[in-house]
């Protein structure tokens, strides 16, 4: 058995919103039969530019039905501009979470999403195209959907991109790619600025200010968090997260990667970063 | 209420008889059988009995039977115990429907040097004995081929397949596991060398096997650090295993004929129901040399992880070939060997019986599977329906 949260038992028992609207505003359809799940989006605005109603259709496991399901309550009653802001994380979170494997189920829903918006916007209603290289031929992953799941969730290993996208999951022999594409994610590695002597403290605080703004916050606010510098003591550096990331299940992983990464790449690397009063 | 089990390729439900036979050996009688005091050796003699009880199911000596934790160190301690015996063969002929514990060790010895062949199978799930054939030109080989299918119960002509290996100078190993208590086995009648068994797929606990050993075998141990079970397996003997298991082998060697007539009637009556009332089903696997108590079944349209939660909460255990259920995203490596379309695969379960299904189990599973199979269809965006008018 998995380890399904109570919520996603209650919409893969009791799904919400099943069916297909007539006259649909916009229709998004991904996965296939071959590759064990798939969706099919419908929904219709109402006179306030609003999601009115939204419809699915999903075959595919527990977690696919309860994330298709979830995807249609959380849309409605949400402008468009809001729908495309719909991360599949945020479906994950909807639903109390669901076992890394079965991370994937989120991902196509996002993706039935953008597909039915797409739809929305242009009129176009075609089968999701493979655009770009093909990584994935088992289930038809491209570079770039990797790229970009990869990129949304931080993730840092193969293992965890062919739980997002499946991508890995089938013959295996495109793991060495996915590994490549990952290795391409990372920061470019800069030289480090010429060893100016030993740096002073009011130096160091001003680059660490600067490197928080240029690098950091923007990566947290785009997910809904910000940051704040409380101290520097020698080598250590004290920061609290805000807003989102304040209790993230990833702040830990969030502090190593996206705050210590690169203030010791552009400050010190004996930077140490330590979340303030813990 | 009490779970309706029909997942018994999976393990089964412990004999009572079996448990009482047992425990008097972890209560009273916990001595050690090597031990030179009378209160550990008095064990020993039970020990025996038991390996006589086993090798009387399959018509071998005693002394050609090793117990061991289970089927995937029987089957193990085979394949490298007589690769390591016998260097001189380099060959190993494996089918692409073999369990993991086979399946693995086979890819591993490839990786070291060994020359590995896979043979596949036709529709039905059956060998394609040419391919078979054909392999046993290469020279000597150790060839292991299942009994029984453990996802589709299609049995493998051992019988008729053993002497045409030993003909060609092959060594047979044979996994066992699920057609043991299920189906008739003869050693004495037909030349496999080895034969694996596993004590909880015929009503014993876990954590206890046995490897049937052809006497004059080449075979080096797995496992060192004793001189139990004549140097072939060290470790101190698992006694009320052991005993577990000799008891299991005796009552299915009483009953066999009986259970498997009432088992198959069960499971053709089961499978004949859904049939009839899901549309879009199917039946995978050769219908006629199959063990009877095993059915693998496909819904189009649907997939085979949301059949098994619904059918959970109906209280029935069941399993599934489906991605999605085995954690890994690759349906079942059978059901795809045997070429049945992925839609088929991802809506497979598998339903498997033993002696305490009843025919309450089998109409309560009538009941509930296809009001399931429905619900599940009124999602799928695949299943062909006639244009609706919006809701």
Redesign the interface.
């Given at each position: 058995?998995w380890e399904y949260s109570d919520k996603v038992?209650d919409h893969?028992?009791n799904?919400r919103n099943?069916?297909?609207?007539?006259?649909a505003d916009g229709v998004g359809?991904v996965g296939s039969?071959?590759c064990?799940?798939?969706?099919?989006l419908t929904f219709k605005l109402g006179p306030d530019g609003r999601i009115a109603d939204a419809?699915f259709?999903?075959?595919?496991?527990?977690?696919?039905?309860a994330s298709s399901s979830a995807l249609t309550e959380m849309i409605k009653g949400m402008t468009i501009e809001e729908a495309r802001r719909v991360t599949n994380q945020d479906i994950a979170d909807y639903l109390g979470g669901l076992p890394e494997?079965?991370m994937h189920c989120s991902v196509m829903g996002r993706e039935a999403l953008e597909a039915a918006i797409e739809n929305y916007l242009t009129g176009k209603r075609t089968k999701r195209i493979l655009e770009g290289k093909v990584i994935c031929t088992c289930?038809g992953v491209t570079e770039e959907e990797i790229r970009r799941v990869a990129q949304e969730n931080h993730l840092t290993t193969v293992e965890q991109v062919?739980h997002y996208t499946?991508a890995g999951?089938?013959c295996g022999r495109c793991k060495e790619d996915i590994a490549r594409i990952l290795e391409s994610l990372k920061p470019p590695v800069e030289s480090p600025p010429t060893s100016p002597g030993r740096m002073t403290t009011v130096k160091k605080i001003r680059m660490i200010e600067e490197v928080i703004e240029r690098e950091i916050r923007p990566k947290l606010r785009k997910d809904g968090g910000d940051i704040e510098l409380v101290d520097v003591e020698g080598d250590t550096v004290y920061i609290a997260l805000r807003g989102m990331c304040a209790n993230c299940q990833m702040a830990e992983f969030t502090l190593r990667e996206v705050v210590e990464k690169p203030l010791r790449e552009f400050v010190s690397p004996s930077l140490q970063v330590r979340e303030a009063g813990s | 209420m009490s779970v309706i089990y029909l997942d018994n390729n999976a393990t089964t439900r412990p004999d009572p008889e079996v448990l009482e036979a047992m425990a008097p050996f972890l209560r009273n009688w916990w001595g050690n059988p090597s031990s030179m005091h009378a209160f550990g050796g008095q064990v020993r003699r039970h020990v025996e009995q038991a390996r006589e009880q086993v090798a009387a199911l399959l018509g071998a000596d005693p002394s050609e039977i090793v117990f061991t934790s289970g089927g995937t160190e029987s089957d193990n301690a085979a394949l490298r115990g007589f690769l390591e015996a016998v260097p001189a063969v380099r060959t190993v002929i494996t089918s692409r429907v073999e369990h993991p514990a086979v399946l693995e060790p086979c890819r591993y010895l490839k990786d070291r040097g060994y020359s590995e062949i896979e043979i596949g199978v036709d529709g039905q799930g059956r060998l394609r004995e040419e391919e078979l054939e054909a392999a046993l030109k290469a020279g000597p080989a150790l060839v292991s081929l299942m009994w029984a299918n453990n996802e589709t119960g299609v049995l493998f002509p051992i019988e008729r397949l053993a002497p045409r290996i030993k003909a060609a100078g092959g060594t047979l190993h044979t996994d066992a596991v699920q057609a043991v208590g299920k189906v008739p086995i003869d050693v004495s009648r037909v030349p496999v060398d080895f034969l694996t068994l596993s004590g909880h797929k015929l009503h014993a606990p876990k954590g206890i096997g046995a490897l049937y050993i052809r006497r004059g075998t080449p075979f080096a141990p797995l496992i060192l650090g004793g001189h139990q079970e004549h140097n072939r397996r060290s470790g101190t003997e698992n006694v009320p295993g052991i005993i577990a298991l000799g008891k299991a082998c005796e009552l299915a060697r009483r009953r066999m004929a009986e259970e498997t007539r009432r088992m198959a009637a069960l499971r053709d009556r089961l499978e004949q129901g859904i049939l009839a009332s899901c549309p879009d089903s199917r039946i995978n696997g050769d219908p006629m040399q199959r063990l009877p108590n095993t059915t693998n079944i496909s819904f189009h349209?649907?997939?085979?992880?949301?059949i098994l939660?619904?059918l959970?909460?109906a209280n029935i255990a069941a399993s599934s070939g489906?991605?999605?259920?085995s954690?890994?995203?690759?349906?079942s490596h059978v059901l795809r060997a045997m070429g049945v379309p992925?839609?088929a695969v991802?809506g497979s379960i598998r339903l498997s019986l033993s002696r305490f299904t009843t025919e309450e189990d089998i109409d309560v599973t009538l009941r509930e599977l296809p009001r399931i199979v429905a619900k599940l269809r009124?999602?799928?965006?695949?299943v062909p329906r006639p244009a609706?008018?919006?809701?």
């Open positions: 058995m038992l893969f028992r799904p099943v069916g297909v609207i007539e006259n359809e039969l071959a064990g799940d798939a969706l099919k419809k259709q999903t075959f595919g496991c527990a977690s696919a039905i494997q079965k289930f062919t499946k999951g089938g | 349209y649907i997939e085979g992880e949301a939660y619904h959970s909460d489906s991605a999605c259920s954690g890994s995203l690759e349906p992925f839609t991802h009124a999602l799928s965006p695949f609706t008018k919006g809701a």
